[in-house]
């Protein structure tokens, strides 16, 4: 699924403020909270056009940023193949480091915002570019392939990158009979799965979202809800994913949900992902366990409007290791899906 512009509604409610907004939203924010909002909201809209920016939202933010806001939204594939086109002189990530570093890797000359410097990743934290250089010296040959969840310097050291959706075919683009995938170890087992013709090499990484769903989890929501439907982020322990019914990224979970309309779903990743969908598909039951990414959750309208207004924080990455990082995202985008 490529990033999609949030669509305007034409539903509107009356007496509040930026009714066709609320109107995006209304199934997750009370309107009783919505005036609160509304100004932060009016504020980042002329800030916008006012520094000629646009707003990139990963799809677990939370649907006051996601629905009204964001210009482009999307997974870490997505949000990284859009920024390319992206036609602003100011970039604006509600997501997490990563994702503004790989942002300014492919747009150097465009200015790259991050609302709060302390939205990191438990991924990218798990690894270090001494940890690749040290995995080359012990299998010499073998292709690394980084996830994005990872700091430009880890993707300096590497071949080239994936995301979840395009994991798999990453891998099989090397045509090699080894392949070092770092640093998801669960992401890395499921794709083993996949193309057993492939030996894949791990690092013990873990999301602290994912890493904490269990096959329990999964049975006592088939126990409670019968015939739901299982959706798992293959960031989760292969045992989880061999318990539901479908596995994808998170762009791939909206497209599974949107095309098989499902009567009940549960979407085995961060919270904000079933709200999100579920304010564009009401007739959709969406059954939560989720669990909460705290990085995630640091975005705000709040700081999103003071990003804009001071101009912070503004991400850069070393020009000693850009070329040689940006070179891994780039290959990686040159890899075709489907």
């Known amino acids: 699924m490529a990033a999609t512009v949030a669509p305007v509604s034409r539903?509107?409610?009356?007496?509040?403020?930026?009714?066709?907004?609320?109107?995006?939203?209304?199934?997750?924010?009370?309107?009783i909270e919505w005036p609160a909002l509304a100004p932060d909201i009016e504020a980042i809209l002329r800030l916008k056009r006012e520094r000629n920016a646009v707003i990139l939202?990963?799809?677990?933010?939370?649907?006051?940023?996601?629905?009204?806001?964001?210009d482009i939204v999307g997974d870490s594939l997505a949000l990284a193949r859009e920024a390319v086109n992206v036609d602003a002189d100011v970039i604006v990530l509600a997501g997490v480091h990563f994702m503004a570093e790989t942002a300014k890797l492919l747009n150097p000359s465009k200015t790259v915002l991050i609302p709060d410097m302390g939205a990191g990743c438990s991924l990218a934290d798990s690894i270090t570019a001494e940890d690749v250089r040290g995995l080359r010296a012990k299998y010499p040959g073998v292709p690394i392939v980084t996830y994005v969840n990872t700091s430009a310097a880890v993707k300096a050291e590497s071949d080239l990158c994936c995301t979840s959706g395009n994991a798999v075919?990453?891998?099989?683009?090397?045509n090699a009979p080894r392949v070092l995938m770092i640093p998801d170890e669960f992401l890395a087992q499921n794709v083993q799965a996949e193309i057993p013709e492939v030996e894949i090499l791990t690092w013990a990484g873990h999301c602290e979202v994912h890493e904490r769903f269990t096959p329990a989890d999964i049975r006592d929501v088939r126990d409670s809800y019968p015939g739901v439907t299982v959706i798992a982020h293959p960031e989760c322990p292969p045992?989880?994913?061999?318990?539901?019914?479908?596995?994808?990224?998170?762009?791939?979970?909206?497209?599974?949900?949107?095309?098989?309309?499902?009567?009940?779903?549960?979407?085995v990743t961060e919270c904000s992902m079933a709200d999100n969908i579920a304010a564009q598909n009401p007739d959709i039951e969406f059954i939560k366990p989720c669990n909460m990414c705290p990085h995630m959750k640091r975005m705000s309208l709040r700081n999103i409007r003071r990003s804009l207004e001071t101009m912070t924080h503004e991400v850069t990455v070393d020009p000693a290791l850009a070329d040689r990082a940006r070179a891994a995202v780039e290959?990686?985008?040159q890899v075709r899906t489907r």
């Open 11 to 31: 539903t509107t409610i009356p007496g509040l403020p930026l009714p066709d907004l609320y109107a995006r939203v209304s199934r997750h924010v009370p309107a």
């Open 331 to 333: 290959r990686m985008l």
């Open 169 to 174: 075919a990453v891998v099989k683009s090397l």
């Open 57 to 70: 939202a990963h799809n677990y933010q939370a649907p006051e940023i996601f629905h009204t806001v964001a």
């Open 239 to 267: 045992e989880v994913v061999a318990e539901s019914d479908f596995s994808g990224s998170t762009a791939m979970m909206m497209d599974f949900v949107v095309e098989k309309r499902p009567k009940q779903v549960v979407l």
